[in-house]
Every structure is written in structure tokens, then in C-alpha cells.
């Protein structure tokens, strides 16, 4: 019996000492008082009064939170009378945990230099009340923000060589099954679809063009039947080919013609021209969707004379 007790005493030990930092971490982050509400809203500091070092820092696991001595220089911290201001265990002080787990390669001062305000990344900080809730941007958000302003989003802008990157959802017959997926996806009204945070559309072509034929966009032979899901479902054709020059280029490539240019559509008498000219004094537009880029060689042969 006595033996049980002492192996049951160990396991529970050793439990304790397992979890104590996660209990530890959180049990600091309670135990400090402070509110981003009243430093920065209602006594109007700036961010880099008490985040001195996120100016300069360029390595994402930089210690950007304030130290004591950083308090000390509004606060009287040498008074023991100030301690319960900040703490709620004067006896046991502890700071907040920091952040640890972030891109090691991210700057700061890449950011704030292009003019970038705190809050465009940690939005709504400002109204903070407690220290249990850090405030960061996720993925998503850095990508828009990338796109937006024209910046590289590649993986190797923020992740090191080697990390690991793939979602827990992408199990091992995720390759087979991701259809449902994407499927599903498609039909929330978010403007970027969870899968679109790591792959663009060339991405998928890769896999539902040419010859494979496991799950494909479109069938055999869609090259030369395409045309009638063209007129008909052309929002549909838009959501995968974005830029009309998709078709422009192939077309012109393989030298096939709209259905209206038949015989006829185009000639050389003096003051007719063919249906053609009927077509671009009513709608130009229409025709400069694919003679923009060779309008000199196809126009100008004519109209030149």
C-alpha cells in the first residue's frame, strides 16, 4: 500500500512540474495589473514610450515588453507603498509572459519605417484592459496587407527554411480529398477563401490541367466544347480565369476566331468594310478586348490606306 501511495505521489509530482510553466505563464499574466485603455487613451502615451526597443528591433523573438526600470520612468518603483498598483501579489511580483512563439525573421523596424502605425497591426490594443490577451495579426492579415501594398507574401518572407508550414488538416489523403474542402469554402461569403492564404490559382492548375485526370476541373476534350459554358456561364469561367487575356492569348495562339467573324466579316471595298465596321462604330470596346496589343498589324493594314 505504502508503495502505491509513494508511486502515485511521484506521478503527481511530476505532473505538476510538467505543467508549471503553463501554469506559471498564466498565473503571471493574471497577476500583473495594467491596462493599455489608460496609458494610451486616457493619458495619451505613444506606443514607443513604453516599447522603446520595437523601433530598432529586426528579429521577431526580440523581448519587446517593458522592463521595470522602462515603468520607473513615470512610476515610483522604488516605494514599496506603489507595489499593489501593479500587482495583485505583492509578496510574489512577476512580469507578463512574453511572446514566444512568432517569426523569427520579422522586423519591426522594416514596418514601422514604411510609416506603418502600431495599430494597423495590433488593432484595437488601444482599448486593452488586461494583460491575458496579446493582440498579433494572423496570417490572413498579413497576406491582405501584402497584397495590398504590393509586397512579397511568399512562405520564405516570414518562415525560415525547413519549418513547418502545413495545416492539420492536410493529413496524409488530404491530396485525394481536398476537393470537399474547396468546395466547401467556396460557398462562404469571406473575400479570401481559407485556401487562397497559400496558394493562387496556378497552384490548383497545376494539378486540374493537361493529362491528370483524377478529379479534374474539366473533362477531356473541354478545350473544344468550352465555348458553350463560356456564353452561358461566364461568371463561372471569371472565378478561376480572373484576366480576360486568359482567353485573348490562346485564342490568338491557336488563330481561332469569335463565331461572327465569318465570311464576310471583313473586306477591302472602298467605303464597305464588312459587317466588321458595323460592329466597332457600335461597340469599339468589344473589339479592342483582343486587337488592343496587335491593333497595328490587324487595323492598320486597312485603315492606314
Not at 113 to 127: D, P, Q, V, Y
Amino acid at each position: 500500500m505504502k508503495q502505491y501511495l509513494k508511486f502515485a505521489l511521484a506521478i503527481l509530482i511530476l505532473t505538476l512540474f510538467t505543467l508549471s510553466p503553463v501554469f506559471g505563464e498564466e498565473a503571471a499574466s493574471n497577476e500583473l495589473i495594467f491596462s493599455h485603455r489608460l496609458h494610451v487613451v486616457e493619458n495619451e502615451l505613444n506606443c514607443a514610450t513604453c516599447h522603446q526597443a520595437a523601433e530598432t528591433s529586426t528579429r521577431g523573438t526580440d523581448n519587446l515588453l517593458p522592463s521595470m526600470e522602462t515603468c520607473g520612468d513615470c512610476h515610483d518603483i522604488e516605494s514599496e507603498n506603489n507595489c499593489q498598483q501593479c500587482h495583485r501579489d505583492t509578496e510574489n511580483p512577476r512580469a507578463v509572459a512574453r511572446i514566444g512563439k512568432y517569426s523569427p525573421i520579422f522586423s519591426h523596424q522594416k514596418h514601422l519605417g514604411t510609416g506603418m502605425e502600431c495599430n494597423s497591426c495590433h488593432a484595437g490594443i488601444e482599448n486593452q484592459t488586461d494583460t491575458r490577451q496579446y493582440i498579433l495579426p494572423n496570417q490572413v492579415q498579413c497576406m491582405d496587407c501584402h497584397e495590398q501594398k504590393q509586397v512579397s507574401n511568399q512562405c520564405q518572407t516570414c518562415h525560415l527554411p525547413g519549418e513547418q508550414l502545413k495545416p492539420v488538416n492536410h493529413t496524409a489523403n488530404f491530396y485525394h480529398t481536398h476537393g470537399d474542402l474547396a468546395r466547401s469554402v467556396q460557398e462562404t461569403e469571406s473575400p479570401r477563401k481559407p485556401c487562397q492564404t497559400c496558394h493562387q490559382d496556378n497552384y490548383c492548375q497545376k494539378c486540374h490541367e493537361g493529362d491528370n485526370l483524377d478529379r479534374m476541373s474539366h473533362p477531356l476534350n473541354y478545350e473544344f466544347t468550352h465555348s458553350l459554358d463560356a456564353i452561358g456561364k461566364e461568371r463561372e469561367c471569371a472565378a478561376c480565369h480572373t484576366e480576360r487575356s486568359f482567353c485573348i492569348d490562346c485564342h490568338r495562339d491557336n488563330l481561332v476566331m469569335p463565331y461572327n467573324h465569318t465570311a464576310g466579316w471583313a473586306n477591302q471595298i472602298p467605303g464597305d468594310g464588312g459587317r466588321h465596321r458595323l460592329e466597332a462604330q457600335r461597340d469599339l470596346e468589344s473589339c479592342m478586348a483582343c486587337h488592343e496589343q496587335n491593333a497595328e498589324q490587324v487595323c492598320q493594314t486597312c485603315h492606314t490606306k
